[in-house]
């Protein structure tokens, strides 16, 4: 039989009867609470044990509960009011009347220390709420969690693409979904965020207003239109004028923001009129008083929560430096497959928001193994089911295009593409095709930059370099039959290249790690691109161990061994010089 984890014997037995012993000898009166005093906390927490007890102030007796839940002592001690009636009243309480104390060493580091330390804690908490200041001071500083705390039951939650650095009060976009309201700047943004999640009907989106709070707001909140009214005309003196051009017909969603201690935060609103009220039928062309006076008699005031999904909460918490750079960029990814697929993945989490992704192949089955898609996308074009899957995970990036063909193709039909892209990430795999690139990059002037990856034989080491057009040229690294001019790795055998017995296809084996270690490589050149801290051009070699390439048949190159460190046999990466050659077709034939 299992044993229960709260058994005689157990910590949480052995350090509750040391509590207990505590309080005892401690409090001014104790009371072991019963389990319907326990269960008529009502909060989601399910508390194991709890205590009644009084503790002697200078200002007389304060009352509190002890209280201890089954992760007891590796759980903090929890102390409550005696009532639950400060809650919302007060703040740092939680339902329960549960205080919000701040955060100590477990109880499992002293017993006696952490009752103390909860009881003063607790008692400084309640003293504050003497100090009217401080009490405001202390809602502000939450009140978004007060604002959600007393939301609607059953409101739906607001998913906000809104700009959170904008805080100006205006006019904002919103549509009406089952289990969510997504609000955004433009009905453009929103209609693209929907087709991105796979909703290919017309979407009807109707204005709502985002309105800058000087302040936030503070308990009691408006509960009615009118007190929110006056609330704004305090503290947001635009929003009536705003109000003003707004329907007061069906559900107007109203988006706040105010600054807090903590930051600026976000807290939604909707103004409900009833469908039915015939009064409302021409509201729209009523004068400014008339709609207030209808809003403020005939409608109600919803309070909802707002979860960010905007671009910069996504990729950073609105704390990533780069992103809006990253935002702007635009990638174009010239091959699909284990690598392609993978750095795409990458470049779309971290925020780079337009993605155009060109491959002429279908996806198999051998390619899931190390590839970003998985089974459900055999046979589908790699660009596009990738595409699809990007749009899908990241539906607030700008741009999600897929280009079935060819990057020869691509660029017979769309020179513009190569053009007006940021970085061209070429993730080909294939001499031939990389080859023509490197050549056509050669003779261009004022091209994007190309970031090159690939790995070696077997994965044993994996390369990323990006040139810019002018100075050195993929031919100065890569001699004519595609090897490189100097390489990492040394092969003595035959066979190096695996035949697959099906067809012509020639693939050498490597694994999802090896992939993975040469996307991380190729991600961060192309992202250090996008952000100016890489030097363009450079040369980035991630080196694996030596015991991975002697077991697959291979050893370093007398060039390698001068980066790697003596005695070491582990990875690394190490970036090597990258200069003109002098005797590829590039320098031969200079521009
Ligand atoms: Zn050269």
Request: with cysteine; charged share 20%; aromatic share 8%.
């Amino acid at each position: 039989m299992p044993e229960s984890l709260l058994e005689s014997g157990s910590e949480f037995d052995r350090t509750k009867v040391l509590l207990a012993r505590w309080l005892r000898e401690n409090a001014e009166s104790t009371r072991v609470l019963t389990r319907d005093e326990l269960s008529a906390l009502g909060t989601d927490r399910r508390f194991a044990a709890g205590w009644r007890v009084d503790i002697e102030t200078a200002s007389g007796v304060q009352p509190f509960r002890v209280l201890i839940d089954e992760r007891f002592p590796y759980s903090p001690i929890r102390v409550a009011s005696n009532t639950a009636d400060h809650y919302l009243r007060h703040p740092h309480v939680e339902p329960g009347g549960l205080l919000c104390l701040p955060r100590r060493p477990a109880p499992t580091a002293g017993i006696e220390q952490a009752i103390v330390t909860a009881l003063s804690d607790a008692l400084a908490l309640v003293g504050e709420w003497e100090d009217p200041v401080v009490v405001k001071a202390e809602f502000q500083r939450e009140f978004v969690s007060y604002w959600n705390r007393g939301k609607d039951k059953g409101a739906t939650p607001i998913r906000s693409l809104l700009d959170a650095t904008n805080k100006h009060t205006r006019r904002i976009a919103v549509w009406f979904g089952d289990g969510y309201t997504l609000a955004g700047e433009t009905s453009q943004q929103l209609l693209s965020w929907l087709k991105n999640r796979g909703r290919s009907q017309e979407s009807k989106v109707v204005p709502g207003a985002f309105i800058y709070l000087d302040e936030p707001p503070v308990l009691p909140f408006p509960q009615r239109p009118g007190e929110l009214f006056a609330m704004l005309q305090q503290h947001a003196h635009s929003a009536a004028a705003l109000l003003a051009q707004l329907p007061a017909q069906g559900d107007l969603v109203l988006v706040a923001q105010a600054p807090s201690p903590s930051g600026d935060g976000l807290i939604g609103m909707t103004i409900s009129t009833p469908k039915n009220f015939d009064g409302f039928r021409k509201s729209n062309r009523l004068r400014p008083q008339a709609k207030f006076a209808l809003w403020k008699m005939k409608s109600d005031l919803g309070r909802t929560s707002i979860d960010r999904f905007d671009s910069a909460w996504i990729h950073g918490r609105g704390l990533n430096r780069d992103q809006r750079r990253l935002e702007a960029s635009t990638a174009l990814i010239l091959g699909c497959g284990s690598l392609g697929s993978q750095v795409a993945h990458r470049l779309a989490q971290s925020g780079v928001g337009r993605l155009v992704l060109a491959d002429p192949e279908q996806l198999s089955a051998a390619n899931v193994g190390r590839h970003a898609l998985g089974i459900d996308s055999v046979n589908m074009n790699k660009a596009a089911a990738l595409a699809g899957t990007l749009r899908l995970h990241f539906p607030h990036l700008q741009q999600t295009d897929d280009h079935p063909i060819s990057w020869q193709s691509l660029y017979d039909q769309n020179p513009e593409i190569f053009e007006r892209a940021s970085v061209i990430v070429s993730c080909l795999g294939e001499w031939s095709a990389d080859g023509q690139l490197g050549e056509w990059h050669a003779r261009q002037s004022g091209a994007p930059p190309v970031v090159y990856g690939w790995l070696d034989e077997f994965g044993t080491a994996s390369h990323a370099i990006v040139l810019s057009g002018t100075g050195p040229a993929l031919g100065c690294v890569l001699g004519p039959d595609g090897t490189l001019r100097t390489p990492e790795t040394l092969w003595n055998r035959d066979g190096l290249v695996q035949a697959e017995p099906a067809c012509g296809t020639l693939f050498q084996p490597y694994g999802p790690i090896d992939a993975g270690l040469a996307e991380a490589l190729v991600s961060r050149l192309c992202l250090d691109v996008l952000t100016g801290k890489a030097k363009v051009p450079c040369h980035r070699v991630h080196a694996g161990s030596t015991s991975q390439l002697m077991e697959a048949g291979g050893q370093w190159s007398a060039d390698h061994l001068k980066y790697r460190p003596t005695g070491f046999e582990g990875p690394f990466g190490y970036e090597r010089p990258l200069d003109v050659c002098g005797r590829c077709q590039s320098c031969q034939n200079p521009r």
